[in-house]
């Protein structure tokens, strides 16, 4: 048999705060003896065989101290280095630790034991990977005493790192013991040898001292000295009763006078026959080790019961035994034997059915306000009157809960500054970090208010039983109750208040509407009692809903939000499939729901309840999904868009697409206007989820270390933090008076970092948005700031501002570490490299430097400038702007961005090793470096995001979507999404995967369309300089021309579809014949780029407009050609009018009418703020409609030269009708419709000059907009390069 071994005594517990769970055997030094054979003789004894630790078997739960052999409690100044035994097996097998211990339930154990600091933990935590946690902690071990070595060896045992704990047995260290009678707390040392031989648990950790409660059990136990009978102790559970009894027995007189048989303590709880049974062959054998009774277990409750009254009578006389937790009365006839008896119990009549005298000690289950003041002041050693502000409010949120204010009392004891601390953990339901320091556990915590609950009126019960379907910290509205219950508002509330002045519920009074809520743990204890009968509970809710709503969906204000937030969840907690899938797979519940609380929460319960609702169909909960992750950002602007309309934009096998077509026909009957997209295929997006968190430009976002959440920040002055799943608001703080510029996430995830044109850099709790440190020694707007990588027990951040100086802040020290000084100019951006060694920065000043982190000093600088000197489009003096960089995985190179170009450079040499240029035409924003490959993704000005391999110089992906400036781009830590933020208001989150395997050939803006007899016949240029004449209805190429060089802007098809002619960068005009692909004739007079080309109907005369200004009306058969000067700025189109008169428009804001025969202008219409960039004349040419750079439609009187609408539907979050610019306009044959293009294609009633329906593509910046005849197809290619041909429902 293993040796048994001893639960540490009090004075031991008292000064390590080890706790003792009650379920452990109660061995002793005595009982050591007996099983020698023989008694101890005296105290001296116990002590001598206790004089050294006892090695536990691989069988035991834990290492233990004899009674009488607890050292002295160590003091800091007393503590001697750990044995070398002991840090040598430690060293020994610290490999296999480290690989595989987890650290956090090891710490609560140390924690408890008082053997790691708070401090020491965080230290832990700060590192990344599990690894590296358990790392530090065992160096952080090895660095301490002997106590730290034995407390976590018992905190392996406990957790079940049995076969590690067997590697550190050898290692144990030998304590030395007291000698003699010593006391501790006024408790002999025989006191404690009887309290560990009987199981009585320690005081917890966090105790509180109530003698006048203590002294009423012991008087009640002075009442059994010569007698047998019962004690109960009885109150609700948590108020302390198990502590209070066993402090009753912590004196020696009483045990020496009353007990001197022992005390044989047995926590029971809630026990059938089977676990009661267990119970007593435990107790049986606990006080028959050497077997003198029996050499078996007893094998029923009878046996057991008389083995247990012999032990007692013959081996243990006027002993007493403690049955802790009682709950039903039948198990006491198990020890109604004429003994010596305490029980503790919730249930006052529990010992109604057991013979002999009862003592009552009554226990109170709730403080008052001013009971709970004076506590927390015993604790903190203050008056009550000299608490502070937040005592009141920590009493507050601990709802009279004892166990509650006790905790958090001896917490403040110990750290006696922390009370915004804990309060901020009560108001955020922290209970398990206040816990930690508690013997208690959380089932006791929960059962608080059971006896208030069993005093209720049975009908009330039922009632109350009701509330266990409720969410945590969620008020309801009483008329949701009434829904509930069928019943009137006043008889519902007469209830609700009778719950409420028993403590039992909370009423929140807004306006003239009530609103109630549970306390976590009332809500916690609810679950717990009606666990079996939730589904039932939850399936009444949803069925009093259905026969509420039977005929119409919740419209009152006062029910109607919790309806839409909280149905559901009802309905998934029931399990009903069918409902919960009607209700998911609805647009119109989409719809109702979007518009009141936006998409991220429907789409955060798709995540949540996909399980059942797979059950039902996977593809479709996969349609629903995929379509709110894209359209979310749509769905929640207003005015809101139309959600049938969107639906119809999906795939044809999506329900989505499905549900739309049968809605849209069915309203159509209404004068309803739709649209459908009759060549779309079944597209796979590249992007997972689209949000729009802000009401202004996102200027930075970034991923969490773990990948699931989201900060982001921008022109609106705040920070927001939201799921990366689903995009559902986390936290939004109005964090700075200022702009925001960059966000950063510290390396744990714990804090958020912000910076601002504001001068100010804030560090943010990243979970609760409370501000943590503010530092404010930058001069000008700081641009970016970044968190060292790894840790490294230290939280360093970076910061770099307009003031051209880097700042180095240290978090611990809450100060500046380190400035750096060395740029000319404003400083862009930094960034540490990956080993945390060295940090990179950049400047207007043109230059990229490289900075010691540990030094502070400049290690070298690389001029950026001198790579645009000497090309031809720049100057020897041109002043360049680095933008940003971005370090590689491995730390050998980093990039470098400036104007439209990309740079790697080694790190080690500085020498210049890849040069990408990625667009004339467009800046670049921001660069970041895949963390596990060679990929470098590109936000650029114009509107689109780029994915290059850096080794290849190939560009791998082209990633458009966003509706204006890209101004960042993060990979996720994992390099599997990366993030991009716009000047659009939304981010959003790609597939790193999916995009680089979607990169193939697309079309380009520039199209021409001719609808020949029911046809849809197109020509478009490809991303290869290609021409392609392209099938519409059919989305099929017809035919395809080679590559053509220079790049070709423009293109137009003769009205015979013989010819085509296309117009090129260099100002070039070609004439090809499409049967052969053979160029007919080319004319170069134009001096820049040919912006768009037309033939005139007989397909004899090209015309065309250029960069130049200029446009050129051109017979290319007979070589005539005319040139129509009077624009200032690029002649963005033209129009052909009848009567040989032709219509323009340009960069210069100004709207022309020309003779061509004449060659002379004929009108300058002059009106537009902003560019105009289209404009068109009503078929019987008495309405002319002109779009701007602004979103403005103007509609005019071609007779009279006067405004007739303005079109200009503006958005309530400040977006104009086409997300900017107004690209393209046709009017209907009968000028009652006007369709006009942009970010997006919109249908207007001229009548009213109000929109008739919108149709969002997938990209954006439309170019241009080709109309049918009879205005029923509509063709455009987005800037994905995707093709639209729309038809308009009939």
């Given at each position: 048999?293993?040796?048994?071994?001893?639960?540490?005594?009090?004075?031991?517990?008292?000064?390590?705060?080890?706790?003792?769970?009650?379920?452990?055997?109660?061995?002793?030094?005595?009982?050591?003896?007996?099983?020698?054979?023989?008694?101890?003789?005296?105290?001296?004894?116990?002590?001598?065989?206790?004089?050294?630790?006892?090695?536990?078997?691989?069988?035991?739960?834990?290492?233990?101290?004899?009674?009488?052999?607890?050292?002295?409690?160590?003091?800091?100044?007393?503590?001697?280095?750990?044995?070398?035994?002991?840090?040598?097996?430690?060293?020994?097998?610290?490999?296999?630790?480290?690989?595989?211990?987890?650290?956090?339930?090891?710490?609560?154990?140390?924690?408890?034991?008082?053997?790691?600091?708070?401090?020491?933990?965080?230290?832990?935590?700060?590192?990344?990977?599990?690894?590296?946690?358990?790392?530090?902690?065992?160096?952080?071990?090895?660095?301490?005493?002997?106590?730290?070595?034995?407390?976590?060896?018992?905190?392996?045992?406990?957790?079940?790192?049995?076969?590690?704990?067997?590697?550190?047995?050898?290692?144990?260290?030998?304590?030395?013991?007291?000698?003699?009678?010593?006391?501790?707390?006024?408790?002999?040392?025989?006191?404690?040898?009887?309290?560990?031989?009987?199981?009585?648990?320690?005081?917890?950790?966090?105790?509180?001292?109530?003698?006048?409660?203590?002294?009423?059990?012991?008087?009640?136990?002075?009442?059994?000295?010569?007698?047998?009978?019962?004690?109960?102790?009885?109150?609700?559970?948590?108020?302390?009763?198990?502590?209070?009894?066993?402090?009753?027995?912590?004196?020696?007189?009483?045990?020496?006078?009353?007990?001197?048989?022992?005390?044989?303590?047995?926590?029971?709880?809630?026990?059938?026959?089977?676990?009661?049974?267990?119970?007593?062959?435990?107790?049986?054998?606990?006080?028959?080790?050497?077997?003198?009774?029996?050499?078996?277990?007893?094998?029923?409750?009878?046996?057991?019961?008389?083995?247990?009254?012999?032990?007692?009578?013959?081996?243990?006389?006027?002993?007493?035994?403690?049955?802790?937790?009682?709950?039903?009365?039948?198990?006491?006839?198990?020890?109604?034997?004429?003994?010596?008896?305490?029980?503790?119990?919730?249930?006052?009549?529990?010992?109604?059915?057991?013979?002999?005298?009862?003592?009552?000690?009554?226990?109170?289950?709730?403080?008052?306000?001013?009971?709970?003041?004076?506590?927390?002041?015993?604790?903190?050693?203050?008056?009550?009157?000299?608490?502070?502000?937040?005592?009141?409010?920590?009493?507050?949120?601990?709802?009279?809960?004892?166990?509650?204010?006790?905790?958090?009392?001896?917490?403040?004891?110990?750290?006696?500054?922390?009370?915004?601390?804990?309060?901020?953990?009560?108001?955020?339901?922290?209970?398990?970090?206040?816990?930690?320091?508690?013997?208690?556990?959380?089932?006791?915590?929960?059962?608080?208010?059971?006896?208030?609950?069993?005093?209720?009126?049975?009908?009330?019960?039922?009632?109350?039983?009701?509330?266990?379907?409720?969410?945590?910290?969620?008020?309801?509205?009483?008329?949701?109750?009434?829904?509930?219950?069928?019943?009137?508002?006043?008889?519902?509330?007469?209830?609700?208040?009778?719950?409420?002045?028993?403590?039992?519920?909370?009423?929140?009074?807004?306006?003239?509407?009530?609103?109630?809520?549970?306390?976590?743990?009332?809500?916690?204890?609810?679950?717990?009692?009606?666990?079996?009968?939730?589904?039932?509970?939850?399936?009444?809710?949803?069925?009093?809903?259905?026969?509420?709503?039977?005929?119409?969906?919740?419209?009152?204000?006062?029910?109607?939000?919790?309806?839409?937030?909280?149905?559901?969840?009802?309905?998934?907690?029931?399990?009903?499939?069918?409902?919960?899938?009607?209700?998911?797979?609805?647009?119109?519940?989409?719809?109702?729901?979007?518009?009141?609380?936006?998409?991220?929460?429907?789409?955060?319960?798709?995540?949540?309840?996909?399980?059942?609702?797979?059950?039902?169909?996977?593809?479709?909960?996969?349609?629903?999904?995929?379509?709110?992750?894209?359209?979310?950002h749509l769905l929640g602007r207003q005015p809101f868009p139309d959600i049938v309309q969107l639906g119809l934009c999906q795939p044809e096998n999506s329900d989505v697409y499905r549900q739309a077509k049968l809605q849209a026909q069915q309203k159509l009957d209404k004068r309803s206007f739709y649209v459908e997209w009759i060549n779309k295929k079944s597209m796979k997006n590249t992007y997972r989820l689209v949000v729009?968190?802000?009401?202004?430009?996102?200027?930075?976002?970034?991923?969490?270390?773990?990948?699931?959440?989201?900060?982001?920040?921008?022109?609106?002055?705040?920070?927001?933090?939201?799921?990366?799943?689903?995009?559902?608001?986390?936290?939004?703080?109005?964090?700075?008076?200022?702009?925001?510029?960059?966000?950063?996430?510290?390396?744990?995830?714990?804090?958020?970092?912000?910076?601002?044109?504001?001068?100010?850099?804030?560090?943010?709790?990243?979970?609760?948005?409370?501000?943590?440190?503010?530092?404010?020694?930058?001069?000008?707007?700081?641009?970016?700031?970044?968190?060292?990588?790894?840790?490294?027990?230290?939280?360093?951040?970076?910061?770099?501002?307009?003031?051209?100086?880097?700042?180095?802040?240290?978090?611990?020290?809450?100060?500046?570490?380190?400035t750096l000084f060395g740029h000319a100019s404003s400083v862009t951006h930094c960034r540490y490299s990956p080993d945390d060694e060295y940090i990179a920065s950049c400047s207007a000043d043109g230059t990229l430097k490289l900075w010691n982190v540990h030094s502070a000093n400049e290690l070298k600088s690389i001029d950026i400038r001198d790579f645009f000197r000497n090309v031809d489009e720049y100057e020897n003096n041109?002043?360049?702007?680095?933008?940003?960089?971005?370090?590689?995985?491995?730390?050998?190179?980093?990039?470098?961005?400036?104007?439209?170009?990309?740079?790697?450079?080694?790190?080690?040499?500085?020498?210049?090793?890849?040069?990408?240029?990625?667009?004339?035409?467009?800046?670049?924003?921001?660069?970041?470096?895949?963390?596990?490959?060679?990929?470098?993704?590109?936000?650029?000005?114009?509107?689109?995001?780029?994915?290059?391999?850096?080794?290849?110089?190939?560009?791998?992906?082209?990633?458009?979507?966003?509706?204006?400036?890209?101004?960042?781009?993060?990979?996720?830590?994992?390099?599997?999404?990366?993030?991009?933020?716009?000047?659009?208001?939304?981010?959003?989150?790609?597939?790193?995967?999916?995009?680089?395997?979607?990169?193939?050939?697309?079309?380009?803006?520039?199209?021409?369309?001719?609808?020949?007899?029911?046809?849809?016949?197109?020509?478009?240029?490809?991303?290869?300089?290609?021409?392609?004449?392209?099938?519409?209805?059919?989305?099929?190429?017809?035919?395809?021309?080679?590559?053509?060089?220079?790049?070709?802007?423009?293109?137009?098809?003769?009205?015979?579809?013989?010819?085509?002619?296309?117009?090129?960068?260099?100002?070039?005009?070609?004439?090809?014949?499409?049967?052969?692909?053979?160029?007919?004739?080319?004319?170069?007079?134009?001096?820049?780029?040919?912006?768009?080309?037309?033939?005139?109907?007989?397909?004899?005369?090209?015309?065309?407009?250029?960069?130049?200004?200029?446009?050129?009306?051109?017979?290319?058969?007979?070589?005539?050609?005319?040139?129509?000067?009077?624009?200032?700025?690029?002649?963005?189109?033209?129009?052909?009018?009848?009567?040989?008169?032709?219509?323009?428009?340009?960069?210069?804001?100004?709207?022309?009418?020309?003779?061509?025969?004449?060659?002379?202008?004929?009108?300058?219409?002059?009106?537009?703020?902003?560019?105009?960039?289209?404009?068109?004349?009503?078929?019987?040419?008495?309405?002319?409609?002109?779009?701007?750079?602004?979103?403005?439609?103007?509609?005019?009187?071609?007779?009279?030269?006067?405004?007739?609408?303005?079109?200009?539907?503006?958005?309530?979050?400040?977006?104009?009708?086409?997300?900017?610019?107004?690209?393209?306009?046709?009017?209907?044959?009968?000028?009652?419709?006007?369709?006009?293009?942009?970010?997006?294609?919109?249908?207007?009633?001229?009548?009213?000059?109000?929109?008739?329906?919108?149709?969002?593509?997938?990209?954006?910046?439309?170019?241009?907009?080709?109309?049918?005849?009879?205005?029923?197809?509509?063709?455009?290619?987005?800037?994905?390069?995707?093709?639209?041909?729309?038809?308009?429902?009939?």
């Amino acid at each position: 048999m293993h040796a048994p071994r001893l639960p540490p005594p009090v004075g031991l517990g008292s000064a390590l705060g080890w706790r003792l769970p009650r379920t452990h055997p109660p061995w002793g030094p005595g009982l050591l003896l007996l099983l020698a054979g023989r008694a101890p003789e005296r105290e001296e004894e116990v002590a001598a065989v206790s004089s050294r630790v006892l090695l536990p078997s691989l069988g035991e739960p834990e290492l233990k101290f004899p009674a009488g052999a607890e050292p002295s409690p160590p003091s800091s100044a007393s503590r001697s280095k750990m044995d070398w035994k002991a840090r040598s097996c430690l060293l020994q097998n610290r490999e296999a630790l480290e690989k595989d211990i987890k650290t956090s339930y090891i710490m609560d154990h140390m924690i408890a034991d008082e053997v790691l600091t708070l401090q020491e933990e965080d230290k832990v935590k700060t590192q990344t990977i599990q690894r590296d946690r358990a790392a530090m902690l065992i160096k952080i071990i090895l660095a301490k005493d002997n106590y730290a070595y034995i407390s976590f060896y018992n905190a392996l045992v406990h957790e079940g790192y049995k076969d590690l704990a067997a590697l550190l047995q050898d290692g144990i260290p030998i304590i030395s013991p007291y000698n003699g009678k010593s006391y501790m707390d006024g408790v002999t040392s025989y006191v404690k040898t009887v309290l560990c031989e009987g199981g009585v648990p320690q005081r917890p950790v966090v105790f509180v001292t109530r003698p006048e409660l203590a002294k009423r059990i012991q008087q009640k136990l002075y009442r059994l000295e010569n007698n047998p009978g019962w004690v109960i102790v009885y109150g609700m559970a948590g108020c302390g009763k198990s502590v209070l009894t066993a402090e009753a027995l912590r004196d020696h007189s009483l045990l020496k006078d009353c007990f001197p048989g022992g005390i044989h303590w047995v926590s029971v709880g809630k026990q059938d026959k089977a676990g009661l049974l267990m119970k007593l062959q435990n107790l049986c054998l606990r006080l028959d080790q050497d077997f003198t009774y029996s050499q078996r277990p007893p094998l029923n409750i009878e046996e057991a019961k008389d083995r247990l009254r012999l032990l007692i009578l013959r081996k243990y006389p006027r002993s007493l035994l403690v049955l802790d937790d009682i709950w039903d009365s039948w198990v006491l006839k198990a020890f109604d034997s004429h003994f010596q008896v305490l029980i503790t119990s919730r249930d006052r009549s529990v010992t109604d059915s057991v013979t002999g005298s009862k003592y009552e000690v009554p226990v109170e289950s709730g403080l008052t306000h001013e009971k709970a003041l004076e506590i927390l002041s015993l604790f903190v050693n203050m008056k009550v009157e000299e608490l502070p502000e937040k005592a009141d409010d920590i009493v507050r949120e601990c709802k009279g809960s004892p166990l509650v204010v006790s905790l958090i009392g001896a917490l403040l004891r110990d750290f006696p500054n922390r009370w915004e601390y804990y309060l901020t953990q009560l108001q955020n339901k922290q209970f398990k970090r206040i816990k930690k320091s508690s013997s208690y556990d959380y089932k006791a915590l929960d059962e608080a208010m059971s006896i208030s609950v069993e005093m209720l009126p049975k009908n009330f019960k039922d009632y109350y039983k009701d509330l266990s379907v409720l969410q945590k910290d969620v008020k309801v509205p009483s008329k949701v109750f009434c829904i509930l219950w069928d019943m009137e508002i006043e008889e519902a509330e007469d209830i609700l208040q009778e719950f409420v002045n028993k403590s039992l519920l909370f009423c929140d009074r807004n306006g003239k509407s009530f609103c109630y809520y549970l306390h976590d743990l009332q809500l916690d204890f609810l679950i717990e009692q009606n666990d079996r009968q939730l589904q039932d509970l939850h399936k009444k809710v949803v069925h009093q809903y259905k026969k509420h709503y039977k005929h119409y969906a919740p419209t009152s204000q006062e029910d109607s939000m919790y309806w839409y937030n909280f149905l559901a969840y009802h309905m998934a907690s029931a399990n009903m499939t069918d409902e919960l899938c009607a209700l998911m797979f609805s647009l119109d519940w989409i719809k109702t729901k979007t518009e009141l609380l936006g998409p991220a929460h429907l789409i955060h319960e798709y995540v949540e309840y996909s399980q059942i609702l797979d059950q039902k169909d996977t593809t479709i909960r996969e349609n629903f999904q995929e379509f709110l992750s894209l359209n979310g950002h749509l769905l929640g602007r207003q005015p809101f868009p139309d959600i049938v309309q969107l639906g119809l934009c999906q795939p044809e096998n999506s329900d989505v697409y499905r549900q739309a077509k049968l809605q849209a026909q069915q309203k159509l009957d209404k004068r309803s206007f739709y649209v459908e997209w009759i060549n779309k295929k079944s597209m796979k997006n590249t992007y997972r989820l689209v949000v729009r968190p802000h009401t202004d430009a996102v200027y930075h976002a970034c991923f969490s270390q773990d990948r699931h959440r989201i900060a982001s920040c921008g022109a609106d002055k705040t920070l927001q933090v939201f799921k990366a799943e689903s995009g559902e608001k986390l936290l939004e703080i109005k964090a700075h008076d200022d702009e925001v510029l960059c966000c950063a996430f510290s390396a744990d995830d714990r804090f958020v970092a912000t910076c601002s044109a504001d001068k100010k850099v804030k560090v943010w709790n990243s979970r609760t948005g409370q501000l943590v440190y503010l530092f404010e020694e930058h001069t000008e707007q700081v641009n970016c700031c970044q968190f060292n990588n790894t840790s490294r027990q230290q939280y360093l951040l970076a910061t770099c501002s307009n003031d051209s100086f880097v700042k180095l802040w240290d978090l611990n020290r809450k100060c500046c570490r380190n400035t750096l000084f060395g740029h000319a100019s404003s400083v862009t951006h930094c960034r540490y490299s990956p080993d945390d060694e060295y940090i990179a920065s950049c400047s207007a000043d043109g230059t990229l430097k490289l900075w010691n982190v540990h030094s502070a000093n400049e290690l070298k600088s690389i001029d950026i400038r001198d790579f645009f000197r000497n090309v031809d489009e720049y100057e020897n003096n041109v002043e360049v702007l680095v933008k940003c960089c971005s370090w590689s995985s491995n730390g050998n190179t980093i990039t470098v961005a400036a104007k439209n170009k990309l740079f790697l450079f080694d790190v080690e040499t500085s020498d210049l090793l890849v040069e990408v240029l990625t667009s004339r035409h467009s800046t670049i924003q921001y660069c970041d470096f895949c963390p596990n490959s060679q990929m470098v993704a590109v936000a650029l000005s114009h509107y689109s995001v780029e994915i290059w391999n850096i080794e290849s110089t190939s560009k791998v992906a082209d990633c458009r979507g966003h509706m204006s400036w890209v101004h960042s781009v993060t990979f996720s830590f994992d390099g599997s999404l990366f993030l991009t933020s716009s000047e659009d208001q939304t981010i959003r989150i790609w597939d790193t995967s999916k995009v680089c395997k979607s990169f193939t050939i697309v079309l380009k803006h520039e199209i021409d369309v001719k609808f020949p007899s029911n046809e849809v016949i197109i020509l478009a240029i490809d991303s290869l300089k290609r021409l392609q004449l392209i099938d519409g209805y059919r989305d099929q190429t017809i035919c395809m021309t080679e590559a053509q060089e220079p790049s070709i802007f423009c293109c137009c098809l003769s009205e015979d579809l013989q010819s085509a002619a296309f117009g090129e960068e260099n100002g070039t005009v070609k004439v090809l014949s499409l049967s052969s692909g053979n160029v007919l004739k080319a004319k170069t007079s134009h001096r820049k780029a040919v912006r768009h080309c037309q033939f005139t109907s007989d397909g004899r005369t090209l015309v065309s407009s250029s960069d130049d200004s200029t446009i050129q009306i051109w017979n290319w058969q007979s070589d005539e050609c005319i040139v129509l000067k009077g624009h200032k700025e690029s002649v963005k189109k033209f129009y052909l009018l009848g009567h040989s008169k032709l219509l323009s428009w340009s960069f210069d804001g100004t709207v022309k009418i020309w003779s061509s025969e004449s060659s002379s202008l004929l009108h300058t219409l002059n009106g537009h703020e902003g560019c105009v960039r289209c404009c068109t004349f009503s078929l019987n040419n008495e309405l002319l409609a002109t779009g701007d750079d602004n979103g403005e439609i103007r509609v005019w009187s071609v007779l009279r030269g006067e405004l007739l609408h303005l079109c200009s539907c503006v958005s309530l979050d400040g977006q104009s009708a086409h997300g900017g610019w107004v690209t393209d306009l046709c009017f209907s044959p009968d000028s009652k419709t006007l369709v006009s293009s942009g970010g997006y294609i919109q249908w207007w009633n001229m009548a009213t000059g109000q929109p008739l329906q919108t149709f969002y593509t997938n990209g954006t910046n439309l170019q241009s907009l080709h109309v049918s005849p009879d205005f029923k197809i509509c063709v455009t290619v987005d800037n994905l390069g995707i093709l639209y041909v729309l038809k308009i429902m009939e």
